[in-house]
């Protein structure tokens, strides 16, 4: 018999899962797309598609030669296009939107989508976007913010992608209770799923868990290499994160790009998640070694596409 | 005696030579500057600086190590606060504002500067600027044209840029009579010699000899090569435009950047101005070759600096 599931005390707030078994007990994301209720289910995701020419050509790379099973975009981006034309042509590829809030590089930018006099508290003195996610939460309203994403979307949709989950480039999107049912509300507007990243509640210093209700898709945990991680090296964390994955809906978050010249130049004067650290992300995930590991580890590699197409339409 | 120069006839109309020398003649634009009659001045100038990483390191090494003498920067592009650090940093490098009214690429774009609701005649049904001179021409609404590249001419200015010139990307700026009347209008409240392109007239169905007054500077030849000139060879044309070169003030257009991965994606689906050609640019520009051609024809390389400090400013 399926049930609405009725939250009884706060730590089912944490929960989004809606439904209950035969037997009585919630079923797990597992079970609700299909799959026994142990198994290993991994998004392996990659960030930034549409930053550069760099970060589009490394993430069809890593989706098409290796195990990268699904991939964000960001629209502001100057070879938006570019990946937008991919994504028409490559209708069956897994492409969401990484609905983007920040600029942070250096030497390269961009601005809203909107007119930018109709979202100014979302730029900085030169009319860009922010540079930190910092900077970007001293002053958004929200109402700048939902008119931003919007724009985003409709973009995108002008541009013929159907995207096949939502979440936030430098977590700015999830950065405040406000933001965050913002983004969610949109998702369930456009039903689309939205991945939300619980680890960033601690930083942004609310609890997530209270805007995500049974409609929404509740990730189990969301991992992404942090600066120490790097300089310990990204081959040892990620066998290490592979190795010890939990049976539950589990995303891995990476950025794809080549070590060249436009993507030292984008990163420039910064380490973590520079050039170099993109072109390793690029070399694991494409790697024989990564695929056994999986196939070792009995991990089944799924999308976006398929939560969204099982659960959420 | 120096005398303010007055208008007799409509061929004169072309004429920006506004001074007359001791015998009574109209001084030269050479010898406004101090240079003989005969002298033949060039400016070896590189256009489109800000539209990629690629064309931004082209250029400055074209200038630095090569003969380029000048070089224009647009502002709208997303390396413009690249070759803006670089200019604030170099502040002897004669770089200008190309004032950019398209956005030509196929899958790598860019907007107004201005907010988009208040330019919006300028606008492609996407958003972005649009991807030819025709299609702007069609619908640009002359108010719009001048919001747009004094939002231009502002933005460089906030980025700590003292531009040594205007010129216009594709021509835009200068296709009609009223905007080319804007931007010579623009030039003169900045003080700044606006390099207009008089062979561009036939183009464009008007006469731009009609707008250029005594106050501005009328470059007495534009060379660039086209795609049938391409074709025959660049090294050919060069060699051969250096060597007809006649006394006056003569401007060389060229494009510098690298025949590399991100510079082919940009100009993605071109020939014409495309990688190859703009690498080809940089090796003529930079050749012994042609250091030696300059020096054997007597050939005085300027900069747009000299003109405006020592005729305009």
């Keep these: 018999m399926i049930q609405i599931f009725t939250m009884k005390n706060c730590i089912l707030l ?11 007990q919630q079923k797990t994301i597992q079970e609700r797309l299909g ?4 198994t290993k289910l991994l998004i392996i995701h990659a960030d930034d598609l549409g930053v550069s020419h760099s970060e589009n050509m490394a993430s069809i790379h890593a989706m098409e030669k ?8 960001m629209v502001p981006c100057p070879w938006f296009p ?6 028409k042509s490559h209708p069956d590829a897994d492409l969401g939107l990484h609905l983007t809030l920040t600029s942070e590089w250096k030497l390269y930018k961009w601005g809203p ?3 930018h006099d109709k979202v100014s508290s979302l730029l900085d003195e030169r009319g860009y976007l922010n540079e930190t996610t910092g900077a970007f939460l001293k002053k958004a309203k929200p109402e700048d913010v939902e008119k931003e994403l919007r724009s985003q979307i409709e973009r995108a949709k002008q541009f013929g992608i159907d995207p096949t989950h939502f979440d936030g480039h ?3 999107p999830i950065s405040s209770p406000d933001f965050l049912q913002i983004l ?4 369930r507007e456009y039903k689309v799923p939205v991945h939300v990243g619980k680890q960033f509640s601690q930083l942004f210093g609310f609890d997530f868990g209270k805007y995500i209700t049974e409609k929404d898709i509740d990730v189990d945990r969301t991992i992404m290499a942090s600066g120490a991680d790097y300089k310990r090296g990204l081959d040892n964390f990620y066998t290490e994160q592979i190795k010890s994955l939990q049976p539950g809906l589990n995303v891995l978050l990476l ?3 080549y070590d060249n010249e436009e993507m030292q130049a984008v990163t420039v004067q910064y380490v973590d998640f520079g050039a170099t650290w993109r072109q390793h992300d690029v070399n694991f995930f494409t790697s024989e070694k990564c695929k056994k590991l999986l196939a070792d580890e009995k991990i089944k590699v799924i999308t976006w596409r398929e939560v969204r197409d099982k659960i959420i339409r």
Excluded: Q
């Design 82 to 87: 570019e990946i937008a034309a991919y994504a």
């Design 255 to 257: 950025h794809a790009a």
């Design 35 to 38: 799959y026994p209720k142990k």
């Design 113 to 115: 989508v909107t007119p």
């Design 66 to 73: 290796g195990v990268v099973s699904s991939a964000s975009i």
């Design 14 to 24: 944490f929960l989004l899962i809606s439904f209950t078994n035969a037997s009585g």
């Design 184 to 187: 969610l509300k949109l998702g």
């Design 170 to 172: 430098m977590a700015a």
